[in-house]
Every structure is written in C-alpha cells, then in structure tokens.
C-alpha cells in the first residue's frame, strides 16, 4: 500500500489572501507544514500542490516537490485530487492519498499515522478525518474551527462551523470535537469524490467532507489526544501559533 502525502496552498484565500507565505517565527507557514509533514517517515511522495507561480517559486527554492494545478478549484480536495492524478507516481485503488492543509503549522507526524491507521486496521474504511477534542468554549463557538458529530462506529454524521452538538452551557465532558486539517483517502474513494458536484451542504458550511455525507458516504474519524494547537484562519491567528510554537516538541527538529 503506497502512501502519498500533498500539502494544497493557495495564495487568494478568502478570509487571508497570501496565507501559505505568511512568515511564522521567520519562515513562512508553508515550510513549517511540509517540513513537520516530512517527519512522518512512510511516505512513498510529499507534495505541494497550488496554481500559484509565487507557492511553486517558494517551493522549488526550498527543493520541495510541487505541482502545477488549475486555479478554478474551490475546495481544497478537489486541488488534491487533481494533484494525485499528476504526481508521478502510479496509484492503485487501494493506496493512500493525505490531504494535509496548508494552514496547519503545528501538526505533528503522529496525527498523519493517526489519519493512515484506520485503513489498516479495517479494510471497508475509505476514508478519514482528523479529530481532537475541544475543551474551551471559545472553540466550541468559532465559526473558523469546523466542528463533526459522528456516530457509535466513528463514522462522521456532519461536519459544521456551528457548534456541535448543541448544549446550552458548554462543557469539556461534553465531548465536542474539531476537525485537523488532515483527511485521507483511498485513492478510488478520492476519485469518486472529484467526480461529484459541490453539494447543498458542502457550499452551506464551506466544508467539502459534507459532499461525501450528502452522497451517504462516510470517513472515519482518526482521533488524537487533546493538545494546545492552533490552525490559521485569519491573520490574528498568526500570533497564537507564535505564542505556542516555542514550547511545541518539533520546533527546532526542522
């Protein structure tokens, strides 16, 4: 089973035009998730992906190995497929693709092998989603930080940037969860997903994993014990990854 690894950036992000190359304790956004990416060490290919000239310039500057694609693509998964399509390397149904965000640099390698775990120990998964827990309530509220609900067998129910599920007094023991920036495919499931039209629900909360749950296909979640961690969703975001990067474990391992 071969397993590849594509980082999708793009530089006119809605809420934060030019994020990838926004600088992070002096190196841009974009070097710390492909670096902390490349320290999981099963990948048979690390890619990024983008239809930007200024992201395959940094990338080739860095020596990554990057990927031209269309600039017509809305969702992040749809970049990635296309990029699977084109990188190089021979893809049979069964193999991996990982999506990693672009605006995750505070991922560690341990949640790609939590995202790559499932398919090995069930053969019927086709697809998975990174989850954590959230134990404050300002997450909990934030439209930014897309929330899942999900069933007895761990097979996601939806995906919402409303607070799910609803409680009126927030509680950690709720068990509330966010999704990371990190899903897997098998390469025939990814497939299909380009395959099928943006969907009500994916357009409604701006997520793409709701165009599987539209069509009655599901991704199982990949859970990871709880830790601070923040993504990039505006500009403000910047400074808390700042303020928590130093006493992160893998700053400084790359």
């Excluded at 809605?14 to 998730?33: C, D, Q, Y």
């Excluded at 239809?51 to 940094?58: H, K, P, W």
């Excluded at 799910?164 to 999704?179: D, T």
Aim: hydrophobic fraction near 45%.
């Amino acid at each position: 089973m071969k397993i590849i690894g594509i980082v999708p950036a793009r530089m006119a992000a809605s809420r934060f035009p030019g994020k990838p190359l926004a600088p992070i304790l002096g190196r841009p956004m974009a070097e710390h998730v492909f670096e902390r990416a490349a320290l999981f060490e099963r990948w048979d290919g690390l890619f990024l992906a983008t239809c930007d000239t200024e992201i395959r310039d940094f990338a080739e500057r860095k020596g990554y190995p990057a990927i031209m694609t269309a600039d017509t693509h809305v969702r992040a998964l749809d970049r990635i497929e296309e990029a699977a399509r084109i990188c190089g390397i021979a893809l049979e149904d069964s193999d991996i693709v990982v999506c990693v965000q672009a605006d995750e640099p505070m991922l560690d390698p341990e949640m790609i092998a939590a995202v790559v775990r499932p398919f090995e120990e069930d053969p019927s998964v086709n697809g998975t989603m990174l989850a954590m827990h959230i134990v404050d309530e300002e997450q909990y509220r934030n439209p930014d930080i897309v929330k899942l609900v999900h069933d007895l067998n761990g097979d996601v129910l939806y995906t919402s940037r409303s607070p799910i599920p609803y409680c009126k007094s927030f509680s950690p023991e709720l068990g509330a969860q966010r999704i990371g920036g990190i899903f897997g495919f098998r390469w025939h499931f990814l497939k299909a997903f380009g395959a099928l039209p943006e969907s009500p629900l994916e357009m409604a909360e701006a997520c793409d994993s709701n165009r599987l749950l539209d069509n009655g296909l599901r991704q199982r979640i990949a859970p990871v014990p709880y830790r601070r961690y923040f993504s990039v969703d505006c500009e403000a975001d910047l400074a808390l990854v700042e303020a928590n990067m130093a006493d992160d474990p893998y700053w400084g391992k790359y």
